[in-house]
Structure formats: C-alpha cells, structure tokens
C-alpha cells in the first residue's frame, strides 16, 4: 500500500536561517507532489506541485522552493526563513490525470522565532 | 478563477442536532467537489466526493449547480465528528482549490 512520510515533525528556526523539509512517497510511481502551507485562519494554501522528476510549479511567489530531485521524494526549501513561513506544512500525493482525490503527509510545524 | 468559499470558521453543535456545514465556490466549468475532513492528530483525509453520492459516516452533500453549493450535512452530529472540514474543488489544471475550512465541535 502507498504511504507518504514527512520530516521533521516539528522544527524551529531563527529569522534568516534556511529550511529543508523532505517528503517520500512509498508504493506508487509517478505521483504528483504537491506542498501546502496550512495557517490558522487561513486554510489550505497550495505552494508547488510537482508531475514528475524536476518539474516544478509555484502556485504563490516567495521565499521558498521546492525540488524533485527523485520520483517519490519532494523538498520543501529557503534560503532565508522570515517570521511569516510559520505554520504547518503538508505534502501531498495523488495519482495520475484524473485521479484527484490526494493523500496528505503527517504534516512539519514549522515555528521561525 | 477558481474559488471556495467556507463561511463559518467555527460551528458549534450539541451531540444529537443536525449539522450543515456551507460551502461555496466560483467556477466557469463544471466542478468536481470533495470534502476533506481533519481530525485531532491524524491526516488530512478525503471525506466524500460528489461525483460518489455517496453517504459517508452519516454524512452527505449535494452539489447545487444553481446556488453554486456544495453543504455537508448530517442529520444527528456525533462528538467524534468534531474536526476541521475542508470544502475542495477541481478545476482549471486538474488542481485542487480548498476553502477556508471549517472547525466543527459537537458538545455533548
């Protein structure tokens, strides 16, 4: 069966540091990949997603990127962390065209301080 | 563009009443709609999709093309339907669209 793996947990981080979160998919080939940014109040905001190795496209402009550097691994990245990238990241995967129901990831809490 | 639109951030119920939980959207096409539910420490998981019509733990939504909806609804909450609830929409690029959300506590 598919799982999806997300780390760190919890992470906090000074002003200007930089950040890598890593998520892995297991079970499945060619997943698309996607990164949310979940704030409170704010719902489910979209930031990459991803339909293959080193496709990348950014929903939202900002500090973060993102690469695929193997089919079933997506990482969440900065240069420069600010105090507006606190919130919970979630990874997601889903199947190919048309299959649109995704599976989520455990999530990373992120707190910059 | 594609938008969803979860009117109540918070809705509070007592175990037993009825519970609808407003969805709206904006889009030109021809939607696909899910609710996806968040219980405390577990996964953001898909609850029902419209396409299913299908009742899931005594949940229900029909899609209204004409007001543009989407509610869940169920007849009797339970408190461990207390979660957060995310209104979701397909659209333009096969992409998924989330609402606001909505927190749902059920009191006993």
């Known amino acids: 069966s598919q799982t999806i793996h997300q780390w760190p947990a919890t992470l906090v981080q000074p002003v200007g540091s930089p950040l890598s979160l890593e998520c892995t998919v297991e079970?499945?080939?060619?997943?698309?990949l996607y990164w949310y940014r979940q704030a409170a109040g704010r719902g489910l905001q979209l930031l990459f997603y991803?339909?293959?190795?080193?496709?990348i496209s950014s929903e939202v402009p900002q500090n973060l990127s993102a690469s695929r550097p193997q089919d079933r691994q997506f990482i969440l990245s900065s240069k420069k962390l600010l105090l507006s990238d606190s919130g919970f990241y979630l990874c997601?995967?889903?199947?190919?065209?048309?299959?649109?129901?995704?599976?989520f990831g455990p999530g990373t809490r992120l707190t910059v301080t | 563009a594609q938008r969803v639109t979860q009117p109540e951030k918070l809705l509070s119920v007592f175990k037993g009443a009825p519970v609808e939980l407003k969805c709206n959207y904006s889009?030109?096409?021809?939607?696909?709609l899910f609710w996806y539910v968040q219980y405390s420490r577990q996964r953001l998981q898909l609850l029902l999709r419209?396409?299913s019509r299908e009742s899931i733990k005594g949940f229900t939504a029909d899609l209204n093309k004409g007001e543009t909806s989407f509610h869940l609804k169920k007849p009797f909450a339970q408190e461990e339907d207390s979660a957060m609830y995310y209104c979701?929409?397909?659209?333009?690029?096969?992409?998924?669209?989330f609402g606001g959300g909505t927190r749902l506590m059920v009191k006993p």
């Open positions: 997601a995967w889903s199947g190919g065209t048309g299959a649109y129901e995704q599976y």
């Open positions: 079970g499945t080939s060619n997943p698309n």
């Open positions: 991803s339909v293959g190795i080193g496709q």
């Open positions: 889009y030109s096409g021809s939607p696909e």
């Open positions: 419209h396409i």
């Open positions: 979701a929409l397909v659209g333009a690029g096969n992409m998924l669209t």
